[in-house]
């Protein structure tokens, strides 16, 4: 049965993280890939102010061999990279355990990864290969999709309102100022902010229902 594991790493356990982190601060989310043996994150997309200097930044970086722009999509740019020094041990790591990057993404000064591994052996043997290279990862959370689907029938979520739930605390949404809006989070699920509003609305209600009026002590 396959696996998720979401964990955080910093920048500078991998060469990625070290190459970006001297860029001007930007919103960086990876395309999925399955890493293999010769291949580093060729695409990623970048989201922010400065495309200029980011862009010479990250090209002029020791370790980058060439940095192109090949997509525009309203504030964000896809790129493709072509790094001098294919050699990543967080990344060969995940490919030698045969797993798939589904999210990565920048966030201060630290990476979040969600992977699917096939199994929980797989996770071990995933987890021993960081300890082996030194790499410290940070484990966030581990589950199966039989698990996750169990955990939305227990809610009665949709699948589009627990993403939009997650991505809401994940972004600071429900934090106190909010770091993040609904504008902001509806351009990443590529929704309209109505939509996104309607999603939180009702997975709220449907998590507080569940949670509060479904007690055995509730009068």
Known sequence: MSVILEFTVDNEQFLLGRVLSGAPPMQIQLERIVPTGDTVIPFLWATG???E????????HPHVEDFVAIDNVENSTLYRGVWVDNHDNLIQGIGDVDGTIL???SADGQWEFHLRLLDHDKLSQFYNYCSD???????VRTFTLTERTESVKQFDLSEEQREALILGLREGYFDTPSRVDLDELADELGISQQALSNRIRRGTQSVLTEALLSSPDTD
């Open 49 to 51: 102010d400065d495309f």
């Open 53 to 60: 200097t980011f862009e010479r930044t990250v090209f002029d």
């Open 103 to 105: 999210e990565g993404r």
């Open 133 to 139: 290279h030194g790499i410290s990862i940070h484990i």
